[in-house]
């Protein structure tokens, strides 16, 4: 009987916590906007792992130009992509998604044109980076500092 009781409390626990206020979409908007400032004009810089290998790569450089909301849980990534002489433009649609308030970079098997195919989930936090990452052979973790341009 004891066991039934607990475990009744714990439903109801469950239940008045589904049932909690709503957030009425300002603090999700604040949270929305701080998110596409802190990624204005920014580079990430850290280093990867890879399961096949040990130890931890070179310098990584990923540039963002700018992010903006699309629809959803969709944001528009405006990155550029260099590697030896090539410095390309890349737009990437990626669903970011909110762990309390921190945002979570997740891309699920998205095609980036010259690049390949990759899944990743990369959390951004107080100007810091870390995840994981895979593409069609290869996969690890990621991880580094958010730095901004310098004007």
């Given at each position: 009987?004891?066991?039934?009781?607990a475990h009744m409390?714990f439903?109801?626990?469950l239940?008045?916590a589904?049932?909690?206020?709503?957030?009425?979409?300002?603090?999700?908007?604040d949270l929305?906007?701080?998110f596409?400032?802190?990624?204005r004009?920014v580079?990430?810089?850290?280093?990867?792992?890879r399961?096949?290998?040990?130890?931890?790569?070179?310098?990584?450089?990923?540039?963002?130009?700018?992010?903006?909301k699309m629809t959803?849980?969709?944001?528009?990534?405006?990155?550029?992509?260099?590697?030896?002489?090539?410095d390309?433009?890349?737009?990437?649609?990626?669903?970011?998604?909110?762990?309390?308030?921190?945002?979570?970079i997740t891309?699920?098997?998205?095609s980036?044109?010259?690049?390949?195919?990759?899944t990743a989930?990369?959390?951004?936090?107080?100007d810091?980076?870390?995840?994981t990452?895979?593409?069609?052979?290869?996969?690890?973790q990621?991880?580094?500092?958010?730095v901004r341009?310098?004007?």
């Open positions: 009987m004891r066991n039934i009781l409390g439903v109801a626990l239940l008045s589904g049932c909690a206020k709503k957030d009425s979409g300002g603090a999700t908007a929305e906007r701080k596409q400032e802190s990624l004009g580079t990430l810089v850290g280093n990867s792992t399961f096949n290998k040990p130890g931890v790569s070179g310098e990584e450089r990923y540039v963002i130009e700018k992010v903006s959803g849980d969709l944001w528009l990534f405006q990155a550029r992509v260099r590697y030896g002489s090539h390309l433009p890349v737009p990437i649609p990626i669903s970011v998604k909110w762990a309390g308030d921190t945002p979570v891309l699920t098997d998205v980036i044109p010259g690049l390949g195919t990759y989930r990369v959390l951004i936090y107080r810091q980076y870390a995840g990452w895979s593409g069609k052979s290869a996969g690890g990621m991880f580094g500092k958010v341009e310098q004007p």
